[in-house]
């Protein structure tokens, strides 16, 4: 069974880091590209972030260029966001998601983590 | 605003058909990338439904069909069930952004 787990949310000031975290299970972490993908309160879902199997290709959205950091660690079976400069229009829940194949371009996104609430508020 | 259009909302009767429209442009559908949906039910994460333009994941019910043309992309319900209820999203890829996108989002409610 395929299991997506993420941790690391939370309350956080404006222009601070957070770092989040998602441990991968039930399939082959390093065949695969991998995902990051969020959602406002009450709003629709924004792709944020995609990382080739082996770290080679990574893509980000405009919005979070510069400031946000995908990284994985295959030997861990685990993926990383690390953010920085953090804004209020970041607050999301944030979900880890498995891509269809080890490129991050043309995925769809066939199993989602429950997702880590992020809340940029002072 | 979404690079894909959705409508926020569409609605039908238990039994009905109802459609979804998915509307881009020649970076993303009319390229010929393809397009992918989800649904998404309140306090869930999303669940794939439709991958590479038409095809349905193992355990999704042949009610869901989808189809692709131009630059726009649609998703039909037929037989419309009460926990057909939930939010319904299209995915695709574009060129000039070199990401994923997605549409706005749809609400279907079934009356």
Known sequence: EVLLVESGGGLVQPGRSLRLSCAASGFTFDDYAMHWVRQAPGKGLEWVSGISWHSGKIDYADSVKGRFTISRDNAKNSLYLQMNSLRAEDTALYYCAKGSSYGPGNNYFDYWGQGTLVTVSS | ?111
């Not at chain 2, 590479?52 to 019910?61: E, I, K, L, W, Y």
């Not at chain 2, 989808?66 to 037989?79: E, M, N, Q, V």
């Open chain 2, 1 to 111: 605003q979404s690079v894909l259009t959705q409508p926020p909302s569409v609605s039908g009767a238990p039994g009905q058909r109802v459609t979804i429209s998915c509307t881009g442009s020649s970076s993303n559908i009319g390229a010929g990338y393809d397009v992918y949906w989800y649904q998404q039910f309140p306090g869930t994460a999303p669940k794939l439904l439709i991958y590479g333009d038409s095809n349905r994941p193992s355990g999704v019910p042949d009610r869901f069909s989808a189809s692709k043309s131009g630059t726009s992309a649609s998703l039909a319900i037929t037989g419309l069930q009460t926990e057909d209820e939930a939010d319904y999203y299209c995915q695709s890829y574009d060129s000039s952004l070199s990401g994923s996108i997605f549409g706005g989002g749809t609400k279907l409610t079934v009356l």
